[in-house]
Every structure is written in structure tokens, then in C-alpha cells.
């Protein structure tokens, strides 16, 4: 009974045995990485893109023979025979050996080189040193190296969605990926699969390194809609445009153009266009990084794709620094509650100006309390609860000292507008001429860290008058 039982043990461990190396040798062989791409990863997690130019620059030779050294790869690949984490040996420099993949004894050669607990990891053997490495392994190495040679994170993970590249971009420059958080290059990378999804992907100062699949559903929000021809029409996704089919039964063509919207995409094609046509317009009062202040309307926070379009002559893709305080030269076109773009519509003609004015001294843009004294009778506007300008009239020869908690300041800012020019004496500031004397119109806001005071004026009037208080005696005598 019991060599009954030791037998089918043993009978039961050799079948398991035997599946075991069937399953192994029949299960096929994990892709590997070609050496190229492998090598260009390497030298970004050491140094970027142009500091291995500049090194072939300077260099003037190459590992590479003459007629090899132009291709894309050869600059990473000899920037790491220079370092020594390439043996020529191990790693000869020709283009078959660029094209070929990447073996177990390299990858442990390489990161070698970074520390004995990476060659370790790479798992190089006697027995496998001369086969492939498999690309999802060096990737797991390539984030272990990361660790050792990028610890301030200049190689960086992002997401965006592709939506152009060479293949489908008559304006693209060569090797170089549009996506919706800007511009890169892809040197010896495959990107056309990816068009118009969304990806993941590492890059060092512009440059991508590896990309993958995110999704192939994605939505390019707050586009620009241009011109069409009839059978298409214009969208810019970013720095450049697209041109999709016109179809009835997306819309047709009829009142597109000139207007915003997003564009929704499925496995690559168009099948949704929401428009978004609610503008509004008013001056400019301030801008921050999450919203923009405008005359009539109070602070509205901004999309988080939003976007400014310059569409008068060229069309340009701008940025929010380029929106001009104190002027009603754009249009906003709003949605949910939200600035969705802004839309630069015709040139700067600039009649008047805004002037933050400083504390006394000249240390600070915040002041404590403004102490002030009108020259002539002025009205005196501020926000309500709701939102609106409310005001009331102001007599000459007011003095008014409006602090933190000053009721005017309590839903936003107040303005003060005087009817005689030079009208209001703010006692609170010192200059070297004395207690200056402001024309045009004073805008007051409460801040956390105190008031800002804003000196609204026409702009000969701020040459003139102005510039001279505000620039203090130590100035150089060209400037003053």
C-alpha cells in the first residue's frame, strides 16, 4: 500500500513536471527592443537631446562609419560609447547592430555602469546572455535607472492626446509630434498608430522616449473652427490645423466657421461636434492663473483647456500673458460657467492705460489702508452682492480712507472717477516730489495680502505726469 502511494506521488510530480516544460517551450518568445530605441532611452535618463548633438558637434568622428553616422540613432548611441556604458565589443557601432535587438548581457552592461543592484536586476545569465531582452523588462529596469540617474525628474510622464505627425500634417516638421500639451520629438518611434487617441508617455526636454495607449475615445476641447471649402473644414488642435470632412450629419458646414467647439473622436474619426457660440465682452480687469476679471461681469474661472486665439490677420495660438488688462480688445466664449477662449479680434490702439501703483518706497504693491482727498466731485462705483456696479456721487474736497474691511470692498473692487483731471490725492504715499497727485480714474481691490491700487489714465497723461512721480530720483539720468 505504501509503494502503491509513493508511486502515484512520484507518477503525479513527473506529469506536473513534464506540462511544466511543455507549457515552457511552447509558450513564444516576449518581444524584445530594438537596440536604437533601448540606446536613445539610455542616454536620455543621463542627459538630453542637445547635449548629445553638441557632444557630435564637437566630437567631429564618430564610432559610426562615414557612411552610417547620419542616422538619428548614432548620436546616443555614441554619447554612451564616450561615457562607457556601451562596450564596442559587446555593442558594435553599425547600423545592423542599431537595428537589431537588444540583448540580456547588454542591458546588464548598461546598468552596470549605474550600480551593481541594477545588473543584478537586469538578470543576465550564462545561458541567456546572447538572447533578446524583452521590452516590457527593460522598461521596469528603465524606471529602476530613472531612480539612479534622474533623481530630479527631468524625464517626465505625461498624458495628452496625438493629433498630428508628419503622416497627416502637410505643416509638421519632421519627426516631430503635435499633441495637446505641446510639441515633441519621436526620433525611432512608431506614433501614426496613435493618432488621435490618447497617450502616455516619458520625455526629456521636448524630446518623447517611450509612448503607450491610453485611449482611442477623446475629445479636443475648445477648438478653433476656420474657413471651409465645402467638403472640409479647418480646426486648430494646437500650433497647427486639421481639416475634417463636412458631413449633414454632424451639421454640415453652416455657421462653423469663426466659431469655437469641441470635437469628439472615436477609433479616430469625427463623430460628434459640440458648439459653443455664448460670447460675452467687456474690459480686461485682471488676470490669474485660474480665472479672468471683466468690467461688468466679476471674476469667471477658466476651462481647464483654455486657450487664446489670435484670429485677426495670421491666426496665432497665444497665451493668457497676452491678454491685455484695462482694454476691451477680446471676446470670451463661455460655456458652464466657465472662459472656454479668448479671442484676440483686432489690433492694440492703446488710448489709455493701467498702472499699478506702489507703496511708499517702492517696496510693495500692496498697501495697508489709502488715504485719500478729491479735488473735484467724482463718482464712486463698487460691486453689490450680485455682482453689479452700484454707486453714488461724491462731493469735492471728500476725503475717504478705505481700508481691508472697507464695506465698499466687500464683493470686489471699487472705482473712483473724478470729473477734473489731477482730481485725486492719495496722503497715504510718499515720493520724493512730495504727496502725488493721480489723473484719471482710481480702482481699488482688497487682496489677502492687502489693497492694490490701480491708476486707470490716458497714456500722454501717464508719460507726462506719471512716469516722473513714480520713478524714483536714483534712477539712471538717461531714463529720468
Not at 562609419?65 to 564596442?88: C, I, Q
Not at 486639421?242 to 474619426?269: C, I, Q, T
Not at 460670447?279 to 476679471?293: F, Y
Amino acid at each position: 500500500m505504501k509503494n502503491r502511494m509513493i508511486a502515484w506521488v512520484s507518477g503525479v510530480v513527473l506529469v506536473v513536471v513534464t506540462l511544466m516544460v511543455i507549457i515552457v517551450k511552447l509558450e513564444p518568445p516576449r518581444d524584445g527592443i530594438i537596440r536604437a530605441q533601448a540606446m536613445k532611452a539610455m542616454a536620455l535618463a543621463l542627459t538630453d537631446k542637445e547635449e548629445c548633438e553638441k557632444r557630435a558637434k564637437e566630437r567631429g568622428t564618430s564610432h559610426f562609419s562615414a557612411k552610417e553616422k547620419d542616422n538619428w540613432f548614432v548620436k546616443y548611441m555614441d554619447y554612451l560609447y564616450d561615457e562607457g556604458y556601451l562596450d564596442p565589443e559587446l555593442t558594435p557601432a553599425s547600423l545592423a547592430s542599431a537595428q537589431g535587438y537588444l540583448t540580456y548581457a547588454e542591458a546588464a552592461y548598461m546598468a552596470g555602469q549605474v550600480s551593481g543592484k541594477l545588473k543584478l536586476q537586469a538578470g543576465s545569465t550564462r545561458n541567456n546572455r546572447g538572447q533578446a531582452f524583452p521590452e516590457e523588462d527593460w522598461w521596469q529596469l528603465y524606471g529602476s535607472i530613472l531612480k539612479e540617474t534622474d533623481p530630479e525628474g527631468k524625464v517626465e510622464e505625461m498624458e495628452a492626446v496625438l493629433y498630428g505627425t508628419p503622416s497627416n500634417l502637410d505643416q509638421a516638421e519632421s519627426w516631430t509630434a503635435y499633441t495637446t500639451v505641446g510639441n515633441f520629438g519621436f526620433q525611432g518611434l512608431a506614433l501614426d498608430a496613435f493618432l488621435d487617441c490618447e497617450i502616455r508617455f516619458l520625455a526629456r526636454s521636448g524630446e518623447m522616449i517611450t509612448s503607450s495607449l491610453v485611449s482611442r475615445n477623446v475629445v479636443y476641447e475648445n477648438v478653433w473652427l476656420a474657413e471651409s471649402d465645402g467638403r472640409h473644414f479647418k480646426a486648430y488642435l494646437g500650433t497647427a490645423y486639421r481639416e475634417f470632412p463636412v458631413s449633414a450629419k454632424l451639421g454640415g458646414e453652416d455657421g462653423m466657421a469663426g466659431n469655437l467647439a469641441d470635437l469628439h473622436m472615436e477609433d479616430g474619426k469625427l463623430v460628434k461636434i459640440t458648439m459653443k457660440r455664448d460670447r460675452l465682452s467687456g474690459k480686461v480687469l485682471s488676470v490669474t492663473e485660474d480665472a479672468i476679471e471683466i468690467e461688468g461681469y466679476g471674476e469667471i474661472p477658466l476651462a481647464p483647456n483654455f486657450h487664446v486665439y489670435k484670429v485677426y490677420g495670421d491666426f496665432k495660438v497665444l497665451n493668457a500673458s497676452d491678454i491685455l488688462v484695462g482694454y476691451n480688445l477680446q471676446e470670451f466664449v463661455a460655456a458652464d460657467g466657465k472662459l472656454c477662449a479668448a479671442l484676440l479680434e483686432r489690433e492694440f490702439d492703446a488710448k489709455t492705460i493701467r498702472v499699478l501703483l506702489m507703496d511708499t518706497g517702492f517696496k510693495s504693491v500692496f498697501h495697508a489702508s489709502a488715504d485719500l482727498v478729491l479735488g473735484s466731485g467724482a463718482d464712486l462705483e463698487y460691486e453689490n452682492a450680485k455682482g453689479k456696479m452700484v454707486g453714488e456721487r461724491l462731493e469735492a474736497g471728500t476725503q475717504l480712507t478705505v481700508g481691508p474691511d472697507s464695506p465698499y470692498l466687500e464683493y470686489g473692487r471699487m472705482i473712483i472717477t473724478p470729473d477734473e483731471p489731477e482730481a485725486i490725492t492719495i496722503r497715504s504715499i510718499e515720493r520724493s516730489q512730495g504727496t502725488p497727485v493721480y489723473s484719471g480714474s482710481l480702482e481699488i481691490k482688497g487682496t489677502p495680502e492687502g489693497l492694490v491700487l490701480v491708476n486707470d489714465l490716458f497714456l500722454e497723461d501717464y508719460l507726462t505726469k506719471v512716469v516722473p512721480s513714480e520713478m524714483p530720483p536714483s534712477y539712471e539720468k538717461e531714463a529720468l
